[in-house]
T-cell receptor, first 110, second 114 residues
Framework: QQKVQQSPESLSVPEGGMASFNCTSS?????YFWWYRQHSGEGPKALM?????GDKKEGRFTAHLNKASLHVSLHIRDSQPSDSALYFCAAYNYAQGLTFGLGTRVSVFP | EAAVTQSPRNKVAVTGGKVTLSCNQTNNHNNMYWYRQDTGHGLRLIHYSYGAGSTEKGDIPDGYKASRPSQENFSLILELATPSQTSVYFCASGDAGLSGNTLYFGEGSRLIVV
């Protein structure tokens, strides 16, 4: 069973709109969560990390963590064509390192 | 920004042949990793290293060997390549901290085994 599950698998959002997607872990050993973004033909790049309950905002990106339910979400405000990419959630603990989900593919259309 | 360089970027190999994928990082990171990416499986960890001379098995090590001869270089070796090893391979480097581990990935090596 996938320890880090992401939903939806894909979504389309109009330019200027809000993109929102989710990540859930089934393992309470995970202490920290990361979001990585991968554009087509490139390697993944770290977007942001979140360790505490609540929201963390970086520019147009806001991550939300609920530690009790091990649920993380990422919201992209004012989506741009350059935001079209595969977004990975990754959960971390010291013993296992990073475990990645399968990703959510975001397409921003004009 | 951290720089991780992989070679070759594209490779076609024959079944049963030997393939070596190379990775170089210029960031003086202790930890290096090899992942493969396949549709429906995401990123899966093959081998990793804590420093020169060390290699550890990840989640899917079967059919792969790794070598870390120096801080900068980490290689993935397929002694007897099989078609099931057709994939995109990513190398990454990073340093673990108390709050996690930012990984810096290379651009990937696309391997096709025929």
């Amino acid at each position: 069973q996938q320890k880090v599950q992401q939903s939806p698998e894909s979504l389309s959002v109009p330019e200027g709109g809000m993109a929102s997607f989710n990540c859930t872990s089934s393992d309470r050993n995970f202490q920290y969560f990361w979001w990585y973004r991968q554009h087509s033909g490139e390697g993944p790049k770290a977007l942001m990390s979140i360790f505490s309950d609540g929201d963390k905002k970086e520019g147009r990106f806001t991550a939300h963590l609920n530690k009790a339910s091990l649920h993380v979400s990422l919201h992209i405000r004012d989506s741009q064509p350059s935001d079209s990419a595969l977004y990975f959630c990754a959960a971390y603990n010291y013993a296992q390192g990073l475990t990645f989900g399968l990703g959510t593919r975001v397409s921003v259309f004009p | 920004e951290a720089a991780v360089t992989q070679s070759p970027r594209n490779k076609v190999a024959v079944t049963g042949g030997k393939v070596t994928l190379s990775c170089n990082q210029t960031n003086n990171h202790n930890n290096m990793y090899w992942y493969r990416q396949d549709t429906g499986h995401g990123l899966r960890l093959i081998h990793y290293s804590y420093g020169a001379g060390s290699t550890e098995k990840g989640d899917i090590p079967d059919g792969y060997k790794a070598s870390r001869p120096s801080q900068e270089n980490f290689s993935l070796i397929l002694e007897l390549a099989t078609p099931s090893q057709t994939s995109v391979y990513f190398c990454a480097s990073g340093d673990a901290g108390l709050s996690g581990n930012t990984l810096y990935f290379g651009e990937g090596s696309r391997l096709i085994v025929v």
